[in-house]
């Protein structure tokens, strides 16, 4: 089978408009709308309780250790670089810093860590007397 060229697949792949990041805020409000009216029509089998609750404490003990390795990396890179996370998103969303490799490196492990953030929090407030 013959494949196409490299502009013919180029077509294929295109960056969301308004780029990564904003695709991924649509895409999480989006998801948080579908889960919020899903959550409120489940019915769980008494039986099946237990296995929730205990798979629910294993996804927060990964979350968990995800988000300590993020802010380790996150750490690394302020100190390498001399700024904290938030100038970097600043100077990075403003186009002052360029195509570096580490750059991107760090908007990823930044928008993680957000990301990882995001998902802890229904579990803390649960917890929350």
Same mark, same amino acid.
């Given at each position: /089978?013959?494949?196409?060229? #490299? ?5 294929? $792949? ?7 990041? *904003?695709?991924?805020?649509? /895409?999480?409000? #989006? *998801?948080?709308?579908?889960? %919020? ?24 003990? $990964?979350? %968990? ?17 001399? /700024? ?5 998103? =600043? ?9 570096? =490799? ?6 990823? $492990?930044?928008? =993680? ?9 229904? =579990? %803390? ?5």
């Amino acid at each position: /089978m013959k494949r196409g060229t #490299t502009e013919e697949t180029r077509g294929l $792949v295109r960056r969301p408009e308004g780029g990564i990041t *904003e695709a991924r805020k649509r /895409m999480e409000n #989006t *998801e948080g709308d579908l889960s %919020e009216a899903k959550m409120q029509a489940i019915t769980i089998q008494q039986e099946a309780i237990p296995i929730m609750k205990s798979s629910l404490r294993m996804k927060g003990r $990964v979350l %968990e250790f995800n988000l300590g390795r993020y802010k380790e990396r996150l750490t690394a890179l302020e100190r390498r670089y001399g /700024m904290t996370s938030e100038d970097f998103a =600043a100077k990075f969303n403003a186009g002052e810093l360029g195509d570096d =490799a580490d750059w991107f490196e760090w908007q990823y $492990v930044l928008d =993680a860590c957000h990301e990882t953030l995001r998902q802890l929090q229904p =579990a %803390e407030r649960k917890q929350q007397p």
